[in-house]
């Protein structure tokens, strides 16, 4: 039938967000720096207290990353409250292209660039790609030991702070670990001037935002380091200032296809999906759909974010379904004689029946006057209304406080021919009836 086709699409329309390739994005606190780190002239002046952040989209298993874009649509925005700090020793303005050998000169490993998974160049058959502190279990070169000490030659070498803010030490966890299958076909636009980058992902100048709506890095595609978590390191980011994001991706699902993700909500959203996750810092609320408070923009929630679970019904009180519980209206449910769908009126609405005990309309057919029939067992204020067979009131009457028989004759002789429904209202009691006009 059409109206469970028509519930059937509503139903598929609340929980189509989650049928989404991001599961979530992570922020990783991935290096707090210190008053050593700070002594390093060669890489630039990097601030005690700077922190370094990684970014990452966690997919769905079998989904792979291939693009982060601004257009005219969708801005591309990365922003913090301080400058980013950028190596203008060997920094590079792409994850990719970091040397590995170069990760232990001064402060090079805490450079500001943006990526899609790798994290270094191919020497000698290996390649690197980001993986979150947590799940890297092959060690580290970075930091420490591994660390050649910066222009001050400290002892002990650089990146070597314990704060337990930053979770894993670099010297134990450096995120980042070799794949097998690398991606190809890279393309940037808007990054780099005539070969220069003067970004806050380039060193020739400090800056605090990145905001662009010709933007993109691109490749093949890439998954993560595990596949099964599936974390693709898309940025990392150094400043001593609290940072904010609004990304937009292409991700190519497990069939081949792709599917573009925006931070914002937009004209194009056929074409384009909405996603809170690429959105920093996150929108907390109600997460779960089945819930009327629920939004696409909230991916966090705090207890009594989800207040009201959605029922959905016929709102409209004229119906003879009408659900004064319902908070969601699919109107294709709302029943009226002759008009209900296809339905079967009594099995919809079997409470007619009983009304019609309860009010009696004559004589039926009618043609000119109608009678109505009832009673009323308290003294309250009694009134009725009577409806065409698509819900619309045709005219109605207030009686005023009623107790006992109630007996009214009607004036139909203007109505046109149909079925029509009357409700009789005594106090917070509705009984129907309906009856043909010839």
């Known amino acids: 039938m059409k109206w469970i086709a028509i519930l059937f699409t509503l139903l598929f329309t609340i929980s189509a967000n989650a049928q989404n390739a991001i599961i979530k994005s992570m922020v990783e606190t991935y290096y707090i720096s210190d008053n050593a780190d700070a002594t390093d002239t060669i890489g630039g002046f990097l601030q005690s207290g700077s922190t370094t952040y990684r970014i990452y989209l966690q997919l769905n298993k079998g989904c792979k990353l291939t693009s982060i874009y601004g257009d005219a649509n969708h801005t591309l925005k990365i922003n913090s409250t301080e400058d980013f700090f950028n190596n203008k020793d060997r920094g590079k303005t792409f994850g990719k292209d970091m040397v590995k050998t170069n990760l232990s000169n001064n402060t090079v490993a805490l450079d500001t660039w943006i990526t899609l998974g790798q994290t270094s160049t191919t020497k000698n058959g290996l390649t690197y790609f980001g993986i979150p502190k947590f799940l ?15 222009s001050a030659g400290i002892t002990g070498g650089l990146l070597n702070n314990n704060d337990s803010s930053a979770g894993i030490p670099l010297s134990i966890s450096d995120g980042m670990d070799t794949m097998m299958n690398l991606p190809s076909n890279w393309l940037n636009i808007g990054f780099l001037d005539a070969g220069v980058d003067s970004t806050i992902f380039g060193s020739i100048k400090l800056g605090k935002s990145f905001s662009s709506n010709i933007s993109k890095i691109q490749n093949s595609g890439v998954s993560g380091v595990d596949p099964d978590s599936n974390y693709v390191l898309i940025a990392q980011l150094t400043t001593k200032g609290t940072i904010s994001f609004e990304l937009n991706v292409e991700i190519m699902n497990p069939d081949g296809s792709i599917t573009k993700y925006a931070a914002a909500k937009s004209i194009d959203s056929l074409s384009v999906k909405h996603s809170g996750w690429l959105k920093y810092p996150y929108v907390c609320g109600c997460t779960d759909p089945d819930y009327f408070e629920y939004s696409s923009d909230y991916v966090c929630s705090n207890p009594g974010d989800c207040a009201h679970f959605v029922i959905l019904g016929c709102m ?8 004064p519980n319902a908070n969601y209206n699919v109107s294709s449910l709302c029943c009226y004689p ?6 079967d009126i009594s099995l919809v609405c079997p409470n007619l029946k009983e009304d019609f005990k309860k009010m009696r309309l004559f004589p039926v057919p009618a043609i000119d006057f109608l009678t109505l029939e009832s009673k009323n067992e308290i003294s309250e204020e009694v009134k009725f209304a009577v409806y065409n067979s698509y819900g619309k009131i045709q005219f109605e009457r207030n009686l005023g406080s009623v107790s006992g028989e109630i007996i009214e004759k009607l004036d139909i002789s203007k109505l046109e021919k149909g079925i029509y429904l009357v409700r009789l209202i005594s106090g917070n009691t509705i009984i129907s009836n309906t009856f043909i006009k010839f």
């Open 136 to 150: 890297d279990n092959n060690g580290s070169y970075i930091g420490g030991s591994n660390n050649d000490g910066g």
């Open 338 to 343: 002759g008009k209900c769908d296809e339905r």
């Open 316 to 323: 409209d009180p004229n119906a003879c379904n009408y659900n």
